[in-house]
């Protein structure tokens, strides 16, 4: 006993896990205008619930979250990799088989003989290499990387409604000024024609103009239909049929209105990203790599294990006659004791354990290229919500001024000191302007949504 402890204590096939792969240093990339942050003041450390303030986009995500397909898979996963786990811990108590076995026999027309036996069998693998314990460490592992899968599809879940819906209120606020400006064009062209009626116009001007106001009528279509497609995007992700999706218009007069028109983007408390160590305790990516890793260890472990000696106890307890010389049956007794050494296996269990090594070595190198996008992801998205948060300034200046342009314009045609072409361009532009300030601020929240994901928001 004292030589096989320091045997087991030299070998290390006990040993747990620990993380030896050293994350690059400044994962997050410099030259980012952001404040770190500590404890809860980071997006990533929010609930959902209070990321996404809109009672509408809640209640969506909830049932995202009951109904939707591959979240409902995830937690299917879970419990199969809980199952496993409780198989392995029962791997360490003995197996019981009842196995009553009969036989009626004759020799050479002799009078049959009946023989029967009914045992209890008994078997225990004594786990004295660690076999069974790093099995079961490793079956631990994958439950844990089954529910970090859980936790990231979640997120991803979580981040596919919320875009969806703010792109549901970029189409409605599309529509919204195609359907205004629809309502001045038609205005401008039954003046032209008017105008043309009474000869202070050519026809080229009400051509011109007439052409500008079917342009429109035909975007409204196409924001129309791509709202329905919209919808029936949703839809799909909550698992329910086509229907109408509820939500809060851009321009409502209730608090939330959506984390675009409140330009949460550019407020400081949603540029606070963290520290890197934060980030990588809380996405589940890099937990799942992590846990990956973990496996691969207790898998090689098992695999060293498989080169030392197995040793299993049997016993037998029960009642038999012996092939039929006592009748009735006398009560039978009997254990063994087995050691089995492998020598030879054709070279499977030094294969196995070389190939162990190298999945081990191969998912580190995996986590670093996993910690390394992470990083990049949350550079990106830093980048996209300074982009979206500078040109949100310009944009928003843009249209004040084309909308001043256009109503001096106006008004100069109508006391004929501009042409009609110089109207069309100043209709145009500030058309053009306002589409552009309303899918900046989308992009904007899309921006800080992705962040939020990036930083390993969402999973609770």
Known sequence: MFAASLLLTGCGLYNKYEKTVQEPADVFGTGQDVQEATGSESIAQMSW??????????NLIEQALANNTDINTARINIE??????????????????????????????????????????????????????????AAKAALLQAQMSEEATRSNLISNVAQQYFYLQLLDRELAILTETDSL??????????LYENG???????????????????????????????????????????????????????????????????????MKIG????????????????????EAFYNVQAARAAFFPSITLTGEAGWSNSGGLVNPGKLLLQAVASLS????????????YKTAKLTEENLKKKYIQTVIDAGNDVNEAIADCQSAREKHGYYHRQ????????IG????????????????????????????????????????????????????
């Open 341 to 352: 050494q492998p020598i030879f296996a054709r070279g499977q269990i030094n294969a196995n």
């Open 185 to 194: 064009w038609y205005a401008s062209l039954e003046t032209e024609k008017a």
């Open 49 to 58: 619930r209070e990321f996404f303030t809109d009672p509408l986009l809640q």
């Open 200 to 270: 202070q116009a050519y026809s080229t001007a009400v051509n011109q103009q007439e052409s500008s106001w079917l342009d429109v009528k035909a975007k409204i279509v196409g924001i129309r239909r791509a709202i329905r497609s919209t919808e029936n995007d949703i839809c799909s992700l909550l698992c329910i049929t086509p229907q109408h999706i509820e939500r809060a218009y851009w321009g409502a007069e209730a608090e939330y209105h959506s984390a675009a028109e409140d330009q949460r983007m550019f407020k400081e408390r949603f």
């Open 399 to 406: 249209v004040e001024v084309l909308h001043e342009a256009y």
């Open 409 to 460: 314009t106006h008004e100069l045609m109508d006391n004929g000191k501009a042409s009609y072409l110089e109207v069309l361009t100043a209709q145009e532009s500030l058309l053009s302007a306002q589409l552009n300030e309303a899918e900046n601020l989308y992009n904007g929240a899309q921006a800080v949504i992705s962040l939020y994901i990036a930083l390993g928001g969402g999973t609770k």
């Open 80 to 137: 199969k990799s809980e199952i496993s786990l409780h198989t392995k811990r029962l791997a360490f108590l003995p197996s019981v088989y009842f196995s009553p076995q009969g036989s009626i026999s004759s020799f050479d027309r002799a009078k049959a003989t009946k023989s029967y036996s009914i045992p209890l069998d008994v078997s225990w693998d004594i786990d004295l290499f660690g076999s069974n314990t790093n099995k079961k460490r």
């Open 275 to 294: 520290v890197p160590a934060q980030m990588l305790e809380l996405r589940p990516d890099v937990r799942l790599a992590n846990f990956y890793m973990e």
